[in-house]
């Protein structure tokens, strides 16, 4: 069984996880969105915070290592949820004008 470190976890999050959710957004449904936005994101900014401070408990990040920094992790989670708050009101009016 192969043990993936906490930093590796979290590089997964913010390099495979977050631009998914990305992926055919614009024919994302609102029930998706609504989850996503309350529940989702919420869980995966809590898992990425936990992840962080095992990090630092295990010495996996260096001093100034910014993906195990607690600001640097809630601005990554508030600016993906600005960009798919915008990309929903996108696909609103994209809908809206198109019908």
Same mark, same amino acid.
């Given at each position: 069984?192969?043990?993936?470190?906490?930093?590796?976890?979290?590089?997964?999050?913010?390099?495979?996880?977050?631009?998914?959710?990305?992926?055919?957004?614009?024919?994302? =449904? #609102? !029930?998706?969105?609504?989850?996503?936005?309350?529940? %989702?994101?919420? $869980? &995966?900014?809590?898992?990425? *915070?936990?992840?962080?401070?095992?990090?630092?408990?295990?010495?996996?990040?260096?001093?100034?290592?910014?993906?195990? =920094? #607690? !600001?640097?992790?809630?601005?990554?989670?508030?600016? %993906?949820?600005? $960009? &798919?708050?915008?990309?929903? *009101?996108?696909?609103?009016?994209?809908?809206?004008?198109?019908?």
């Amino acid at each position: 069984m192969v043990t993936v470190s906490s930093r590796k976890r979290i590089e997964s999050i913010e390099n495979d996880v977050i631009p998914s959710l990305f992926v055919g957004v614009l024919s994302k =449904d #609102e !029930a998706w969105f609504k989850h996503t936005l309350d529940e %989702t994101l919420p $869980k &995966l900014k809590a898992r990425a *915070l936990h992840l962080a401070e095992e990090c630092k408990n295990k010495c996996e990040c260096q001093e100034n290592d910014s993906i195990c =920094d #607690e !600001a640097y992790i809630t601005a990554l989670f508030e600016k %993906t949820r600005q $960009k &798919l708050m915008k990309e929903h *009101l996108t696909r609103e009016g994209h809908s809206r004008y198109h019908h």
